[in-house]
């Protein structure tokens, strides 16, 4: 299991190259890259900021979950910090299980809960230099409220 929460971006290849590998009890990968978007269609950036030390443990105690709720073999988060362009990769997910079901459902209560719970906060750049702090969603927290 590995959890990083960083400025640098990364590299789905390399990180995906060694994930789940060597384990017999694996028989599902399932993997998701989270980009930055722009629904404004004037953002060039997206800037997240953190409390290293809170950040870490909030996402470390779900992936705990995760790895017991659905017996997962291997899991990996990856999330990015500071400013972020639009169309750059922000996040990614990684779970590894005996099973495709439990793999894809551990990815996505992973993912639902680093777009909804995640101590992280989000501040949008337009191409204007303006800035403005994103809001909750209501979708999103929808989206959570099924796990």
């Known amino acids: ?21 060597g384990r017999a ?5 399932v993997s998701f890259t989270g980009i930055v978007r722009d629904d404004s ?12 030390a809170m950040t870490e443990r909030a996402i470390a105690k779900i992936v705990d979950e995760a790895v ?3 017996s997962l073999g291997d899991c990996l988060v990856i999330h990015r910090i500071g400013k972020i362009a ?6 990614m997910v990684a779970t590894a299980a ?12 992973l993912m639902d809960y680093l777009k909804s719970r ?13 800035t403005a702090w994103v809001a909750a969603k209501d979708a999103d927290e929808d989206a959570l409220r099924r796990w």
């Open 25 to 29: 009890d694996v028989g599902a990968i």
């Open 68 to 70: 017991t709720r659905w």
């Open 118 to 130: 995640a101590p992280f906060w989000k501040k949008e750049h337009s191409a204007s230099g303006e």
């Open 41 to 52: 269609g004037q953002m060039t950036a997206l800037e997240l900021e953190h409390y290293p």
């Open 1 to 21: 299991m590995r959890i990083s929460v960083q400025e640098a971006p990364f590299d789905f290849a390399a990180e995906m190259a060694g994930f789940g590998q």
């Open 98 to 109: 005996r099973h495709r079901v439990a793999a894809f459902e551990a990815a996505e209560f």
């Open 86 to 91: 639009v169309g750059a990769p922000i996040m």
